[in-house]
């Protein structure tokens, strides 16, 4: 019964690949997100998603690319995959926030991504 | 932009002391502040939080403290448990935001 579930849990490919990484969340929140965190353990945030709202870190190249096909998943799409991706990426959810309503985000176990 | 800054990579506290965990922000408008918590092979979890309306939170062992002046928190735990040997995120939200700002952790070893 995980609560957020990530697959898979390892990624070898090679440069210049396309890869997927699936993310599902069984808890009923409407907003999830997706993470890098880099070789120097910075968590950044890449994507935060709503079935209202998508919003995306400036930073994010497009080749990557959330997809969601329903409120429970939020998968990852890598285009083009170069050195720089290799990292792991986790997932996380939670309720909505609004106003001064704050929530907790609950992450999945993540999914390192090695590009060779 | 590091938002969000811990500065000590590592700590290391025998078990039953005290550990003391420091975060440092630069962002004013920051207003809720959670402290992660992180097993190797998993994601984090979410341990304890303190709004900016107060200046400390308190959840058994664990004590989060705000200074808003000095633009810094840190986490108590104590006494410390050789359980508690994991990586501390800190994370900071501005207000209405879904973004969380992370920052890079400590690594807590906790010595039987």
């Known amino acids: 019964d995980t609560a957020v579930s990530q697959t898979p849990k390892y990624l070898v490919t090679q440069m210049g690949n396309d890869k997927s990484i699936k993310c599902e969340q069984n808890?009923?929140?409407?907003?999830m997100y997706w993470y890098k965190q880099d070789s120097k353990k910075f968590l950044k945030i890449m994507f935060s998603?709503?079935?209202?709202?998508?919003?995306i870190n400036e930073t994010v190249p497009n080749r990557f690319s959330p997809k969601s096909p329903d409120k429970a998943h939020l998968n990852l799409h890598i285009n083009s995959l170069e050195l720089g991706d290799s990292a792991v990426y986790f997932c996380?959810?939670?309720?909505?926030?609004?106003?001064?309503?704050?929530?907790?985000?609950?992450f999945g176990p993540g999914t390192r991504l090695t590009v060779l | 932009d590091q938002q969000v800054k811990q500065n000590s990579p590592s700590l290391s506290v025998q078990e039953g002391r005290i550990s003391i965990l420091n975060c440092d922000y630069t962002?004013?408008?920051?207003?809720?502040f959670l402290w992660y918590k992180k097993y190797p092979a998993e994601g984090p979890t979410f341990l304890i939080s303190i709004s900016s309306i107060k200046d400390k939170n308190e959840d058994g062992r664990f004590t989060v403290f705000l200074n808003k002046s000095a633009k810094h928190l840190s986490l108590h735990i104590v006494p410390s448990q050789p359980g508690d040997s994991a990586v501390y995120f800190c994370a900071a939200s501005a207000p209405g935001g879904n973004q969380f700002y992370f920052g890079t952790g400590t690594s807590l070893t906790v010595i039987p």
């Open positions: 962002n004013s408008m920051f207003d809720y």
């Open positions: 998603y709503n079935n209202k709202e998508l919003i």
């Open positions: 996380a959810s939670s309720r909505p926030t609004s106003g001064r309503s704050y929530n907790e985000q609950f």
């Open positions: 808890l009923g929140h409407d907003t």
